[in-house]
C-alpha cells in the first residue's frame, strides 16, 4: 500500500482527495494538511496535492525531504509549470483527474518517471528546435559570450582579451542584436540552445 500525504489549502479539497484516494484501495492517506511545513508525521511515500498550495514551493519543499509530489491544477499549462517541475514536483495533472488516473501518476512517478499530459508539454517546449540566427557571431563574438557566461564583467573581459572596454560594449550589443537577446543573461541562455557555447 502506498502511504501518502494531501496537501491542499482548502479543507474541502483535502477531504475530497482523501475520499477519492480511499476509494483506490492502493493509496493510503497518512495525513492532510493546508501547507506541506504543517506535516510532521511518518514520512509518506508521495506527496499529492493541489496547485493553490503553492506547487513551487511545495516542489522545493518535497525535493529538500525528497519525496515524490504530485500536483493536481485546474490549468497546468500555467506559468509555474516550469519552476515546479525544476523544484522537485515530478507530476502535474488536472484537478478532474480519475481516481485511475492518479494511481497511474503515483506509480509511474513511484517508479523514476516525470507524468504530464500531453497538451503541457507546448508551454515547456518554448523553442523545440533551436531558432537559426540572420547574421552568425563572429569567432570574437562567440568568446565574449562564453565569458559573459561565465559572468565576467565588460571590465575583466577587456583586460583578458586585450581591448578596450568600449569595443567589449560593442561585441556584447551585436551578440543581443544578432540573437536577438533583451539583456546579457538571455543571450547566454539563447547562445547555449543554439550550441554556440558550452558551460
Do not use: C
Request: aromatic share 2%.
Amino acid at each position: 500500500m502506498t502511504r501518502a500525504v494531501v496537501v491542499a489549502s482548502s479543507s474541502i479539497a483535502r477531504a475530497g482527495l482523501e475520499t477519492l484516494l480511499a476509494k483506490t484501495g492502493v493509496i493510503e492517506v497518512i495525513g492532510n494538511v493546508a501547507h506541506w511545513s504543517e506535516y510532521s508525521g511518518e514520512e509518506p511515500d508521495i506527496v499529492i496535492a493541489d496547485a493553490e498550495t503553492g506547487a513551487e514551493e511545495l516542489g522545493a519543499e518535497a525535493a529538500d525531504a525528497a519525496l515524490p509530489t504530485i500536483v493536481l491544477a485546474d490549468d497546468p499549462r500555467q506559468p509555474w509549470l516550469a519552476e515546479a517541475l525544476r523544484s522537485g514536483v515530478r507530476a502535474v495533472l488536472p484537478r478532474e483527474s480519475a481516481a485511475a488516473q492518479i494511481i497511474a501518476a503515483v506509480d509511474a512517478v513511484l517508479a523514476g518517471l516525470v507524468v504530464l499530459q500531453p497538451g503541457d508539454l507546448d508551454g515547456l517546449l518554448l523553442s523545440p528546435r533551436p531558432a537559426t540566427i540572420a547574421e552568425p557571431l563572429t569567432p570574437r563574438e562567440i568568446e565574449v559570450l562564453g565569458m559573459l557566461a561565465e559572468g565576467q564583467s565588460n571590465k575583466l573581459i577587456a583586460h583578458a582579451l586585450g581591448i578596450s572596454e568600449h569595443t567589449v560594449k560593442f561585441h556584447v550589443n551585436s551578440v543581443m542584436t544578432k540573437l536577438n537577446a533583451a539583456s546579457r543573461t538571455e543571450a547566454v541562455t539563447l547562445g547555449i540552445r543554439q550550441g554556440l557555447i558550452m558551460i
